[in-house]
């Protein structure tokens, strides 16, 4: 395991390092002017100048690289243009509410969809197959903002089980409850897992009809293995490797998804930071939220290259 692991983990470095490259360039060639942004159109050039200076911008491209990838790994950040706050707090109060959201779609993907890929498979082209593609491919089709409108004017405004948007906190202090957040992301979490779930169901519903046609399964059941039993004991975890592979994939959808969904539902999460940062051209913040969202799908990849290894040996033999 040694090996695999210390290649995986390389591998994760220069990824890390290719993608804060990447943030940086392109946002060094976006047009537009931070301190002219900040100042306002009718700024003088000498004040323009003199906020570029304070704010570091009037440096070469490769020393302010250099400082800002010294701030990643030391947690200094620097601060945002537009608020006046450290970018690190900025971004561990928003991520507060982001990552339970994403967590939670992605439960809920991860539920739906291998319920409905389970019982499609088995009954190939019939009646409970064809039904649960035809609502996947429908699910495929529905744009997740829109689906996310429609959850608003159904629970919120007609049943008004739902608040439509806002987010009251985690704690007493804020105004909330641990229930009453949860509560809060319930639709968010619907609108963005329900498109996730309906490929991922498409993807387990092949890899599980894949692996019912090999022979071993048929062994298990001339042995008397109930089709239950062979189903989820042993199809379901061979199937899997595809299934992780998509589900990787969509943790990253999911986190870039929640940019619109957040700002549909008034959330003061990871993506309306980003989405704010960028209409006022606080480009350290948006650098940095995009370099954390970057790192974050990079991570859930490498640990989706540890779960290969461990769900089949063989994908660790074979890379050693």
Known sequence: MGPFLLKRLLTLIATLAGASVVVFVVLEILPGNAAQMLMG?????????ALATKLGLDQPALQRYGHWVGGLLTGQLGDSYAYGTPVRDLVLERLALTVPLALMAMAITTVLALLAGVYA???????????????AQIGIAIPNFWFAILLILLFSVKLQWFAAGGFPGWTEDSGGSPLEALKALLLPAISLAVVQAAILARITRSSVLEVLREDFVRTARAKGLSRRAALWGHVLRNAMIPVVTVMGLQFANLLAGTIVVENVFYLPGLGRLIFQSIANRDLIVVRNCVMLLAAMVIVVNFVVDLLYAAIDPRVKASDL
């Open 41 to 49: 159109p009718d700024a003088s050039p000498e004040a323009v100048a």
């Open 121 to 135: 498979a088995p009954r190939h082209n019939r009646w409970g197959d064809v039904g649960v593609m035809g609502l």
